[in-house]
Nanobody, 121 residues
Framework: VQLQASGGGLVQPGGSLRLSCAAS????????MAWYRQAPGKQREEVAA???????NYVDSVKGRFTISRDIAKGTVYLQMNSLRPDDTAVYYC????????????????WGQGTQVTVSS
């Protein structure tokens, strides 16, 4: 399974970006999908997650500003980021929890390569 993330970049405070992450490969089904971020000198944190049934979770610092969504048919997860702040600057990583084809099927979490988001004037 491979994940291809895109959409990062440099944006001014108050601006918006939309991250995308497409999964491909031996995927029979997708369970959870999520975005993490890691800022310099800080631990990686989960920013947003969307569960198999569609429920979502957000870290408090992004509630009301970020929205996670998905297109199951395309195996893609998105993160719409609005009202960006300098403290949102980080490398953002997507994760996908999958179940493979095969007997027995294998459950695994895969990570994307990371995309840099920089919020600065």
């Amino acid at each position: 399974v491979q994940l291809q993330a895109s959409g990062g970049g440099l944006v001014q405070p108050g601006g918006s970006l939309r991250l995308s992450c497409a999964a491909s490969g031996n995927i029979a089904s997708i369970n959870g999908m999520a975005w993490y971020r890691q800022a310099p000198g800080k631990q990686r944190e989960e920013v947003a997650a969307i569960m198999r049934g569609g429920s979502t979770n957000y870290v408090d610092s992004v509630k009301g500003r970020f929205t996670i969504s998905r297109d199951i048919a395309k195996g893609t997860v998105y993160l719409q980021m609005n009202s960006l702040r300098p403290d949102d600057t980080a490398v953002y990583y997507c994760t996908v929890d999958t179940l493979s084809y095969g007997d027995p099927p294998v459950a695994a979490r895969y990570w994307g390569q990371g995309t840099q988001v920089t919020v600065s004037s």
